[in-house]
């Protein structure tokens, strides 16, 4: 008889010793709640999310909020709030201190306590710098002032300490993840809604902030129905709050949405990898959808959706972010690099830009031309010859006389057409690979392009595709035999 209650003996003493979730309070925004929920995401402590709404319009009373304060036995009623069997927390330092602590990403040695103490509270005071701009200077004159570099308490004096700080390092204590990296990461996604560009001049900076946004706990949570995209602040202030503000940061989107970019290709390079590496640099993300297209030359899966997107041009790549929806390859990148500031500061600049994306471009359709369709020894000795008007040396020999004299397309700054180029560079050396041999400052700029973080990163990502350049119909780049001319050991 005894038996029978053996398993009900069992699911009692498992639902008696089942730990709770803890429970976090905040208001519906991101405030000071996102950065503990990073931190809890990361170290995956179940939690349950109570989430206070502001109330209505205009008076924002917070009534929930209010039936509830002292009613949860907190020493100093606020919120955010962690509560945890009998751990009752408040302060959203104490809490992240407490988390960290917990699960030992707190520093493990005195040197790296002591930097997290102060990188904990100097990112503490760029986000306090920022509730000042967003909340109560708001207006051109503040903007100006806090990023100027005359100003105290300025963006750039900020994000120059924290380069230099980074520099070397992965995360801000060294190799592993501490909790105040969760609290600058939102410090940078602050910066780029009120000030998309800022980030720009800051190379530590922006490889961090892409480190801590590919994190696999943060894009899992960007999915959950527990991060709140928005808004950033609460009702009342300047900046952050109205949806017409998400506009700085996103000037496409209409709605209110997390769901990144589709680019849409065949999985090959061919034209799409350019506009890949432009995404990357900025650090945007995107979903790339591929459509297969093999050796059996059947393109049905294309075929089939092809009419049903609503582009204006049916074709690939494609470019949907939103109500904007773009094809045309240059078209994409032109959007991208305008929206980032990639497209040339000045008119000299712009220029440039113009010229050297369409120098690049009759580069790129004489190897396509080429490669899909005159793969012939007869036809590359021809390509190959010197002092003839579209030979592979007139190309090389233009751009490295204009690279001697700047270091991008467009000067000193990278800019779109920069990877239009290099991956054009890249389809001549898979053909001709010992072709850049005499050009030395066209070798520099290759490796230059080539070594930037956002390239390297690139290549080891699930995005990126080595090989084929072409499509299965070109009579070099899509069989694998054809990628050995580069790599014979491969």
Do not use: C
């Not at 003493?13 to 925004?29: D, E, H, L, N």
């Not at 493990?108 to 000042?132: H, P, S, V």
């Not at 994190?215 to 899992?220: D, E, F, G």
């Amino acid at each position: 008889m005894l038996l029978r209650f053996i398993p009900l003996f069992a699911t009692l003493r498992r639902s008696f010793f089942t730990k709770m979730p803890s429970t976090f309070g905040y208001w519906k925004t991101r405030a000071y709640g996102v950065p503990i929920q990073y931190l809890l995401e990361y170290v995956g402590e179940p939690y349950e999310m109570k989430w206070y709404d502001f109330g209505s319009p205009p008076d924002y009373k917070g009534e929930d909020w209010y039936k509830e304060k002292f009613t949860l036995g907190l020493d100093f009623p606020n919120v955010p709030y962690y509560i945890e069997d009998g751990t009752k927390l408040t302060q959203s330092l104490a809490i992240m201190r407490y988390l960290g602590r917990k699960y030992n990403i707190a520093g493990k040695t005195e040197k790296e306590k002591q930097w997290i103490d102060m990188a904990e509270l100097q990112a503490l005071d760029l986000r306090l710098a920022f509730m000042n701009v967003f909340n109560q200077n708001w207006n051109e004159e503040g903007r100006k002032k806090f990023m100027s570099s005359d100003e105290r308490e300025n963006l750039p004096l900020f994000l120059k300490l924290f380069d230099d700080f980074l520099k070397g390092k992965k995360f801000l204590v060294g190799d592993e993840v501490t909790y105040p990296d969760f609290l600058l990461y939102e410090d940078l996604e602050w910066a780029l809604f009120g000030f998309p560009h800022s980030l720009h001049e800051y190379e530590n900076v922006k490889d961090y902030w892409h480190r801590m946004h590919n994190l696999p706990s943060m894009q899992a949570f960007r999915e959950s129905p527990k991060f709140v995209f928005w808004p950033l602040t609460g009702p009342g202030y300047g900046f952050g709050w109205e949806e017409k503000d998400l506009k700085l940061r996103f000037p496409d989107k209409t709605t209110i949405q997390t769901m990144p970019p589709i680019i849409g290709y065949w999985d090959i390079r061919a034209f799409v990898t350019p506009i890949q590496y432009l995404l990357e640099y900025v650090g945007e993300d995107y979903e790339m959808k591929w459509y297969h297209i093999g050796a059996d030359l059947n393109p049905s899966e294309w075929f089939g959706e092809k009419n049903k997107l609503g582009l204006d041009f049916p074709n690939l790549p494609y470019y949907l972010d939103g109500d904007l929806k773009l094809t045309q390859s240059l078209a994409i990148m032109r959007h991208i690099a305008r929206r980032n500031n990639l497209d040339g500061r000045t008119e000299q600049q712009k220029v440039l830009v113009d010229m050297t994306e369409m120098q690049a471009l009759d580069l790129r359709m004489a190897l396509v031309y080429l490669y899909y369709q005159k793969w012939t020894e007869k036809d590359r000795e021809h390509f190959l010859t010197p002092n003839h008007k579209g030979s592979l040396p007139s190309y090389l020999e233009t751009f490295n006389a204009y690279l001697q004299k700047q270091t991008y397309l467009a000067g000193d700054e990278v800019t779109f057409p920069d990877f239009l180029l290099y991956e054009t560079l890249e389809w001549v050396l898979f053909g001709f690979p010992a072709s850049l041999d005499p050009y030395q400052a066209l070798k520099d700029y290759h490796k230059k392009i080539n070594d930037l973080p956002s390239m390297q990163r690139f290549r080891q990502s699930k995005n990126y595709r080595s090989w084929p350049l072409t499509a299965p119909v070109a009579q070099f780049g899509f069989k694998e035999e054809d990628r050995k001319l580069r790599f014979p050991d491969a």
